[in-house]
């Protein structure tokens, strides 16, 4: 197992799924789905070139000591039945090392979709963030337009806390987002 962080372990396994950390030869998969401008979207940046993937595969594939605002946590997440083909990806952001605050999100492959891959990598991660690393609240930010990602935080048992308006500039259209969290002591994975 490779060490990603003080305590955590990868990958990390759920019924279907394995999370992992990228290797650059997960690239040209990665790029699959992040070059698409229906999955960026909701992220509130272009598409990513092949390049942007290489580079942050490269600069996360160490995984991160989890000590310092910022750190981020990027895990490939793949089938049970096919690890080396990446269907999407979890990310989970020390946003606050002494309020143990993170922010997690996911991107999946559209041609995933529908399969509740979103909500069983998330679900995995969140537990991962609780349980050895320690977060106290655990929130996602999710364009208000992002039904699916709505749906997977409410899966999740997290509480719409805010409703953003107009509070980002996608390209010319101005974003709306909802930030979403739970709890430690409500965490139920």
């Known amino acids: ?5 003080p305590g955590v372990q990868a990958p990390v396994a759920t019924e279907r799924l394995i999370l992992r950390l990228f ?6 998969d990665r790029y699959a789905y992040q070059r ?18 290489a580079e942050s595969i490269a600069a996360r594939a160490g995984g ?3 000590t310092a605002d910022g750190d981020v946590l990027l895990l490939a997440v793949c089938r049970a039945e096919e690890p080396r083909v990446v269907v999407g990806e979890v990310v989970l952001t020390l946003t606050s090392a002494r309020a143990r605050q993170a922010e997690i999100g996911w991107v ?3 041609r995933h979709a529908g399969h509740g891959y979103a909500t069983e990598a998330a679900r995995a991660l ?20 992002n039904t699916a990602s709505v749906r997977v935080c409410e899966r999740l ?10 509070n980002d500039l996608d390209g010319d259209r101005w974003g709306s987002e909802y ?3 739970v709890l430690a002591g409500e965490w139920k994975s």
């Open 23 to 28: 290797t650059p030869d997960d690239t040209e």
């Open 64 to 66: 991160t000591p989890w």
């Open 36 to 53: 698409l401008a229906e999955v960026a979207r909701f992220l509130y940046r272009p598409p990513l070139t092949r390049e942007d993937c």
């Open 179 to 181: 930030v979403y969290a």
């Open 1 to 5: 197992m490779t060490a990603v962080s």
């Open 126 to 145: 969140a537990s991962l963030a609780f349980g050895r690393l320690g977060v106290h609240r655990l929130f996602a930010r999710i364009d208000v337009l």
């Open 157 to 166: 048992g997290m509480r719409r806390e805010a409703h953003l308006v107009d």
């Open 108 to 110: 999946f492959n559209p």
